[in-house]
């Protein structure tokens, strides 16, 4: 925990937050144009890292048995060995690190707050586990089952609870240290002296 603690005080400067927002989010621009529209097109589907609610062994075997050649190698390099590789490492370090400095203007300090720095990275977790699954399945180098594509469904659907988890969080400590930023605004203007008028000082 020390060394995360240690990495996010590099990175959670406002100019250090920008820059993974921008990467992380030029990456992704490059998947929704690029990669996943072909894929897309070609699958008749959103591909496997969009099903956010998870899929079943149908809907595994339709979008395996709609891939051809072509698209097959799309869809494992460029998209789930490069663009998919460095996508959730961004996005985890992105947000970790608003959530760190949220903590740090809102002086929220806890064992539940420690915990929820590292939901990011949980998250990550999940997706490079859905990419393996994804790649297994796409190069038919293991019999597509059903243990597999419930695993891989499974990873899928954890890998978007834990990221919903971390917005929900950044949204709640963001109205938090605003209101906190109104009450202190308040706080001066209750304490400023009134100007002494002229009948006042008769």
């Known amino acids: 925990m020390s060394n995360l603690n240690s990495l996010l005080i590099k990175t959670s400067s406002v100019k250090n937050i920008c820059?993974?927002?921008v990467a992380s989010h030029l990456v992704l621009l490059m998947m929704m144009i690029f990669t996943l529209p072909v894929i897309n097109d070609?699958?008749?589907t959103k591909v496997f890292d969009l099903q956010t609610l998870g899929y079943c062994v149908s809907v595994a075997e339709s979008i395996v048995e709609n891939?051809?050649?072509?698209t097959?190698?799309?869809y494992l390099f460029p998209q789930l060995t490069l663009l998919d590789l460095l996508y959730p490492i961004l996005l985890a370090l992105?947000?970790?690190?608003?959530?760190?400095?949220?903590f740090s203007i809102t002086e929220t300090k806890s064992k539940i707050a420690s915990i929820l720095l590292v939901i990011p990275f949980v998250a990550m977790l999940f997706d490079y586990a859905e990419n393996i699954c994804v790649i297994?399945?796409?190069?038919?180098?293991?019999?597509?089952?059903?243990t597999l594509v419930l695993l891989s469904s499974s990873f899928t659907i954890?890998?978007?609870?834990?990221?919903?988890i971390t917005w929900i969080t950044?949204?709640?400590?963001?109205i938090k240290w605003f209101r906190m930023k109104i009450l202190e605004r308040n706080n001066k203007k209750a304490k400023a002296p009134y100007p002494i008028s002229a009948g006042n000082r008769l």
């Open 19 to 21: 820059i993974l927002f």
């Open 42 to 44: 070609q699958i008749g």
């Open 67 to 70: 891939l051809n050649n072509e």
């Open 72 to 74: 097959t190698s799309l």
């Open 94 to 102: 992105f947000l970790s690190s608003i959530l760190f400095r949220l």
């Open 136 to 146: 297994l399945m796409i190069s038919k180098s293991l019999e597509l089952t059903k």
């Open 158 to 164: 954890l890998k978007g609870v834990f990221t919903s």
């Open 170 to 174: 950044i949204l709640v400590y963001a």
